[in-house]
């Protein structure tokens, strides 16, 4: 289950760190095609969303001992949106290290001809 999935169909997520299973995708073609599967799917749960669940309360916890609880909207911000952003950054670090020009994310980069 994905987050934002476990964010708006659950109370909340318990996670158990010793039966995680992270996405080991053998090609790029097969890693792109589960992104894409989890945008559509992502999109069809937040269709489904009511604008009052946005402010209900979801907790995640680890074994049972939560971590927190904070109003859905927060929440899906917070480990979705904030969450890919953080690593558009990281990559876009890794590459100018790599010397390979940065494609534009939210419009042209200094890499891109103007």
Do not use: N
């Not at 080991?24 to 589960?34: F, G, M, N, Q």
């Not at 009511?50 to 049972?64: I, M, N, Q």
Request: net charge negative.
């Amino acid at each position: 289950m994905r987050w934002t999935e476990a964010i708006f169909t659950r109370d909340e997520l318990d996670l158990d760190p010793a039966t995680f299973e992270p996405c080991r995708a053998a090609s790029v073609p097969e890693l792109l095609s589960t992104f894409d599967a989890d945008v559509a799917r992502c999109g069809q749960v937040l269709a489904l969303v009511a604008e009052d669940d946005l402010g209900r309360p979801w907790r995640l916890k680890v074994k049972g001992r939560q971590l927190f609880e904070r109003p859905r909207a927060a929440v899906f911000r917070d480990l979705t949106l904030s969450h890919l952003i953080h690593h558009r950054g990281q990559l876009s670090v890794y590459l100018r290290l790599l010397e390979v020009p940065v494609p534009g994310s939210y419009g042209p980069t200094a890499d891109e001809p103007g």
